[in-house]
């Protein structure tokens, strides 16, 4: 008997002491029985109504403490000195656990536990005690399918055996999550029987019938026999993916034998299964049986670390409680949390060969030039220099600018002479290249040698000197594009071999890849000792930023990586900074829906700061999603297939909603600019002249300023859309098992509809975005609020399809149309909102004062008039949406569903 005629298969783990942003140090252990069962367990999730953001998400359970295991400071404690403020602590349902206990000929049927049907290949079959599959061909492929399992994180166990030690070719068992039956895309978690005994893994994607190798085979140290059982566990929470597997006889390791991170977006938390494959090549014949048993899969509903570790007792002192509240990722990266630093600083302090780096960051009152490298020597700098100056390339916070007679030096951090070395600068000249040859930057190696760059009309020079004697000197043009009053960033890499030195001289500029020439002279390369800059009349006033050195060649200080980091990664796209931000921060993210919006630099600001910007402008949403974050990028968010439909009538809603009809998102007035760019006001007319204005002066990262209008306009439509919020829509699980599978599937931004609303939303079904929600679980209830919002903002046009419709702004009903009247004559103002006549675009529905009115095959008539213009509906089918009245002349007409452009 399944939930809720037996007790929820309710689990709390706690992984004490583990890192709470990487799955791979986990060991959870069960602390199930710990769990107050009159409190239940709580989790919050998403946006709450009113919520500007998606806050973090929230794990309540109150647990018994009068062993004193959940006390931080008690050394008799279970998890003394382990338990600390971070530890991940974890609340799951096992929605499956089939020992396959029944006898089948053709595949698994039901699990009577659950009440879970198999579907799919019926190779498989049930002995009562196992489930097992007999496969005689090479390559064959054998998958069974528990649709109804479903979720994004989860927890996959079961023990598997091959009858014979394979020959020639492998039998794969593989788990298989995130089933898409529509698409026929999934992913498979490989335990692999190789010939000789070895046990392998793998994790592979499957889109289209298509195998993309997600992680490698990898080995595991595990040896089998023929009909040996292996265990195998696979975790999957937010992109990780971690399998190990054990001889079944033993004991469970601590260590997972391979993970990897998925990055590729994920837009499916559908069914699991199982999948055998007989790999080609394999010479056993044609008995050869594989068998599965204690088959279970648990679906996460939240992993967050907990913050306090409190401990509360009742009057007597004898009921000791920890009322544990855990926190997702996001409650820490919300406070305590030091700004980044540039982009080109966070690049250059990667380099581990690093003898000198002088950002030229510094405030505008500094009086020395701070060098990054540990124990290195400041810079010296005139007082003419303007520090902490704006102007500069993307990718720095501020740069110095040198005026006429001043100077600035640095000291490289003393290195052995070795086989080569580096030195980069960025510079930008204030005027045009002066006519004469103009030195712009000097600096010495530890042979005694002068390095001079020095520029004039069309070209660039390398002087290399000792003692006055010139050992070389190269000029060498600009290149088209490449002018030094633009940002340019140069690199001069120097190696030698059998007393020739070779000097690549690069450049680049912020919207140009790199380019540069090739020199040579006879000499040595000695390290790098010492830089300088000093101006003069023909280089007044440039502007500076980023000298470093490094010895030995194997960094590429030229790399499109350091070029996209000198632009700030401007144009980059908004889920990609999220999935590289949180990457460089140590932080999981998974990234769903295509990356989205060009963005502008990357500014100095705290990582969250960054990752809230990159959802600001592209109008995603950043949410958790495991032990990390989730980032729904706006387009995620177009035209979704529902992944819940309830239905009032069949009492799926628990409890009478209570929607929201307020002026708390209208926004009829949008001024949207750019940092150091344009601006655009765009309003809503009609809205100003029923609402009052409702203004929004919103400043979004934008990579151009052409891109402002598209982006207000569409900020405009979600602030202008007319319909009401739903703060609470109930569900009883308990009451409703069957909806179950449906809810483990929605995640902050999924759409759902709900059929049958009561009469005052006669004819319109509910079609919402789940903004956030509460569960709460206990051993018979879960119980579930949800907060929503109108999904219609988010559909849009698809070309060439029949649902995508224009809709017309200048359409009004000619006369009075009695109920069920089944002529109606339309009046038109603008002649570009007439009404398709064409047979192949009928029938079509319209909305006449909140009544459904289908147009049938040839019932438009031609346009007739010269303005205002009359078009009359004959045969029409009126009340499609339930809604019978009558309908008053000047009644605006609209297109049922209008198609909008997308942004």
């Known amino acids: 008997m399944a939930f809720p005629v037996t007790p929820l298969p309710l689990y709390v783990g706690l992984a004490a002491g583990a ?29 709450q109504d009113e919520g500007d953001v998606v806050g973090a998400t929230t794990l309540n359970a109150t647990l018994d403490n009068r062993g004193g295991h959940y006390s931080r400071v008690n050394p008799l404690g279970r998890w003394y000195g382990k338990l600390d403020k971070g530890s991940p602590v974890q609340a799951r349902i096992s929605r499956i656990a089939d020992t396959f206990s029944r006898t089948t000929a053709s595949g698994l049927g039901t699990d009577p536990v659950s009440g879970i049907t198999w579907t799919g290949n019926t190779a498989f079959s049930c002995t009562g005690t196992q489930a097992q599959v007999t496969i005689g061909t090479d390559n064959f492929t054998a998958t069974t399918i528990a649709s109804q399992v479903t979720g994004y994180d989860l927890e996959i166990s079961y023990t598997s055996a091959v009858s014979v030690l394979p020959v020639g070719a492998s039998w794969v068992m593989s788990a298989v999550f995130w089933y898409d039956a529509t698409s026929l895309s999934y992913y498979k978690a490989h335990t692999e029987f190789q010939p000789g005994g070895g046990i392998v893994v793998k994790v592979q994607r499957v889109a289209a019938r298509n195998y993309i190798d997600v992680l490698g085979i990898t080995a595991t140290g595990v040896t089998y026999t023929a009909g040996a059982k292996i265990r195998t566990r696979i975790l999957v929470v937010g992109g990780a993916i971690l399998v190990k597997v054990w001889p079944a006889t033993g004991s469970e390791p601590a260590a997972w034998s391979a993970s990897v991170t998925e990055t590729m977006p994920q837009s499916s938390g559908a069914g699991v299964g199982l999948e055998m494959w ?33 401990v509360r007792w009742d009057q007597s002192g004898k009921d000791v409680t920890a009322p544990i509240t855990g926190s997702g990722v996001l409650h820490r990266l919300s406070q305590g949390q030091e700004a980044l630093r540039s982009p080109m600083y966070r690049m250059i302090t990667q380099f581990s060969s690093l003898v000198g780096h002088w950002p030229l960051e510094d405030g505008s009152g500094a009086t020395q030039l701070a060098n990054s490298v540990s124990g290195g020597r400041p810079g010296s700098c005139t007082a003419s220099l303007t520090l902490g100056a704006d102007g500069g390339p993307g990718g720095a916070a501020s740069v110095v600018q040198s005026p006429i007679d001043s100077t600035m030096s640095g000291i490289f951090r003393r290195s052995s002479a070795t086989a080569g070395w580096q030195i980069s600068f960025g510079a930008k000249l204030a005027t045009t290249a002066p006519v004469a040859e ?24 390398l002087t290399v000197t000792q003692d006055d004697t010139v050992l070389m000197t190269n000029a060498v043009t600009f290149g088209t594009g490449y002018f030094p009053t633009n940002w340019l960033d140069y690199r001069f ?18 919207d140009l890849g790199a380019i540069g020439t090739t020199w040579t002279f006879s000499g040595t390369p000695g390290a790098l000792a010492s ?31 350091v070029q996209n980091a000198f632009d700030g990664y ?15 921060e140590g932080i999981p993210l998974v990234l769903i829906g295509p990356v989205g919006t060009k963005m502008g630099p990357q500014r100095a600001a705290t990582i969250l700061d960054l990752l809230r910007e990159c959802e600001t402008t592209n109008q995603g949403v950043l949410s958790e999603r495991g032990a990390g974050l989730a980032y729904l990028n706006r387009v995620g968010l177009y035209n979704q297939v529902p992944v819940m439909t309830l239905d009032f009538n069949v009492g799926h809603v628990a409890a009478p909603p209570e929607p929201t009809d307020d002026d708390l998102r209208l926004r009829n007035r949008i001024r949207l600019s750019r940092p150091s760019g344009s601006e655009v006001t765009v309003q809503d007319d009609t809205s100003i002249s029923r609402s009052g204005v409702y203004a929004d002066d919103v400043e979004v990262n934008l990579a151009t300023d052409p891109q402002l209008t598209d982006h207000a306009w569409w ?25 179950i599978g449906a809810w483990c599937t ?16 006669a004819g319109q079904s509910l079609d919402l975005i789940v903004e956030g929600w509460t569960e709460r679980l206990g051993p018979y209830s879960w119980d579930v609020d949800l907060v929503c919002s109108p999904a219609r903002p988010w559909d849009v046009a698809v070309y060439d399809s029949a649902a995508s419709r224009y809709d017309s702004r200048t359409t009004t009903l000619a006369s009075t149309a009695a109920a069920g009247a089944t002529t109606l004559v339309l009046t038109i103002t603008n002649p570009a909102d007439v009404w398709s006549t064409k047979a192949a675009s009928q029938p079509y529905d319209l909305v006449i004062s909140g009544e459904r009115v289908r147009v049938p095959v040839g019932g438009m008539s031609t346009v007739s008039g010269t303005g205002p213009y009359t078009q009359t509906i004959t045969g029409a089918t009126r009340a499609i949406n339930g809604i019978a009245k009558s309908l008053p002349a000047g009644s605006e007409v609209h297109i049922a569903t209008p198609g909008r452009y997308a942004l």
């Open 278 to 310: 007989r790999v080609a090549g394999m010479t056993n014949g044609s008995s050869v049986v594989a068998s599965v048993d204690d088959y279970r899969v648990d679906v996460i509903r939240a992993t967050t670390p907990v913050p306090e570790w409190p």
């Open 438 to 461: 103009t030195t712009m930057f000097t600096w010495t190696t530890s042979n005694g040698y002068l390095w001079t760059w020095a520029v004039r009309s069309t070209t660039f020079r």
């Open 570 to 584: 401007t144009g980059e796209l908004a889920g990609n900074r999220a999935a590289r931000l949180a990457t460089e």
């Open 19 to 47: 890192d709470p942003v990487t799955p791979a140090t986990w060991t959870i252990d069960d602390i199930t029985a710990d769990v107050r069962v009159g409190q239940g367990v709580t989790i919050q999730a998403g946006r």
């Open 493 to 510: 890499k120097v190696s030698a071999s059998g007393g020739t030195v070779t000097v690549e001289a690069a450049w680049f500029s912020t």
């Open 715 to 739: 900020r405009l439509h979600l602030g202008t859309v007319d319909e009401p919020r739903w703060p609470r829509i109930s569900l009883n699980l308990a009451r409703n098992p069957s909806l």
């Open 531 to 561: 830089w300088r800059m000093a101006t003069n009349t023909a280089t007044a006033d440039a502007l500076w930023t980023h000298i470093y050195g490094v010895t030995g060649l194997a960094d590429n200080l030229q790399s499109s990586a």
């Open 746 to 761: 929605v995640r902050v931004g999924s759409r759902i509809t709900v059929a049958n609303p009561p009469a005052t939303f």
